[in-house]
């Protein structure tokens, strides 16, 4: 049982280029999320899927794509990346919402810079 | 909209000090609340969660109490160690959403 994987560990991306990270769970779970992590302003959420084939915006979705073809499986693309995105990218899932089947289960994270 | 505040940080403790990092919160409803702990180089590990009103969370000698009159969860531990060094979160779950609102983080660094 690995929990929540993220590959790949670490990128260098030139502006403009693009590149996707992949997130896998292993645990049947229904929500995955992708978050970014910056200094000083915790986790922000940017796209999220409440089951296999949705995605919806989060909190800071502009210049990202996301897509669920299977269960297990969350991709987060950037079409044409900016030093802006430069961050550490974190997915998490979770059974449910609400209750107690709502504790997000988190990655260990991708670190992305871009030149 | 809802948010969630902590205090600022870096917060510098001996071992064996105690500890409290303060966490309020503002949202509509009643939301479930939320500890993380990030170890360096690591994604962030659930510490504690409590669902409704005066819950208290307990995990690791960690303990927070969800307060509504004062919309806190303020994170204690009697005595810090070393390995307790990391980035600690508080978020609270907007309702019937699944999603986290997250605080800035606190980093702690104990010393020996």
């Known amino acids: 049982n690995a929990g929540v994987t993220q590959t790949p560990k670490f990128r260098v991306l030139k502006t403009g280029q693009s590149m996707t990270l992949l997130c896998a769970q292993d645990?049947?779970?229904?929500?995955m999320y992708w978050y970014r992590q910056d200094p000083g302003m915790g986790l922000r959420l940017i796209h999220y899927?409440?089951?296999?084939?949705?995605?919806a915006k989060g909190e800071v979705p502009d210049g990202y794509n996301v897509s669920r073809l299977k269960k297990q499986n969350f991709l987060l693309g950037l079409e044409s990346a900016a030093p802006s995105q430069t961050s550490v990218y974190f997915c998490?899932?979770?059974?449910?919402?609400?209750?107690?089947?709502?504790?997000?289960?988190f990655g260990p994270g991708t670190r992305l810079l871009v030149l | 909209g809802d948010s969630v505040t902590q205090m600022e940080g870096p917060v510098t403790l001996s071992e064996e000090a105690f500890l409290t990092i303060n966490c309020t919160y503002t949202?509509?409803?009643?939301?479930?609340l939320f500890w993380y702990v990030q170890y360096p180089g690591e994604g962030l590990q659930l510490l504690l969660k409590?669902?409704?009103?005066?819950d208290k969370g307990s995990n690791k000698g960690f303990e927070a109490t969800y307060r509504k009159e004062t919309t806190s969860f303020h994170l204690e531990k009697g005595s810090v160690q070393v390995s307790d060094s990391a980035v600690y979160f508080c978020?609270?779950?907007?309702?019937?959403?699944?999603?986290?609102?997250f605080g800035q983080g606190t980093t702690l660094q104990v010393k020996p």
């Open positions: 409590a669902t409704k009103a005066d």
């Open positions: 949202a509509t409803g009643y939301p479930s």
């Open positions: 978020a609270l779950s907007v309702r019937n959403t699944g999603k986290l609102i």
């Open positions: 899927s409440v089951g296999e084939g949705t995605t």
């Open positions: 998490a899932s979770s059974r449910s919402r609400g209750g107690e089947a709502e504790t997000q289960y």
């Open positions: 645990m049947n779970h229904e929500y």
